[in-house]
């Protein structure tokens, strides 16, 4: 059973930093593209970040020189760095892997966590 835990979310005020991590645990051969989703009350979720197994890296334009993504495959961790963070940053932040079991696989199946809640006050 595979499964996706995320942390770090909290209250922070306007400007400030916080530190998300994402861990996958369970039989993993590997895992391809970890991505990064927020969805703010009343609104559609949407993708802040991703970053590919070989560590290139895609971030939001609404986010972009503010957040870095980053990962250690060897632990199979994900992390989202959210620097300078503003009241419209607030949202459920999830991330999602596409994770493959099989070694004969190179295509994997995309799992999701539960969501950690990211709050900034003005």
């Known amino acids: 059973q595979v499964q996706l835990v995320e942390s770090g979310g909290g209250l922070v005020q306007a400007g400030g930093s916080l530190r998300l991590s994402c861990v996958a645990s369970?039989?993993?051969?590997?895992?391809?593209?970890m991505r990064w989703y927020r969805q703010a009350p009343g609104l559609q979720r949407e993708l802040v970040a991703i970053?590919?197994?070989?560590?290139?890296?895609y971030v939001a334009d609404s986010v972009l020189g503010r957040f870095t993504i980053d990962r250690d495959n060897d632990k199979n961790t994900m992390w989202l760095q959210m620097n300078r963070v503003q009241p419209e940053d607030t949202a459920v932040y999830y991330c999602?892997?596409?994770?493959?079991?099989?070694?004969?696989?190179?295509?994997?199946?995309?799992?999701w966590g539960g969501g950690t809640l990211v709050t900034v006050s003005s």
């Open positions: 999602s892997a596409e994770i493959v079991l099989n070694p004969r696989d190179e295509i994997g199946m995309d799992y």
């Open positions: 970053v590919t197994e070989s560590y290139s890296t």
């Open positions: 369970g039989s993993i051969f590997k895992i391809n593209d």
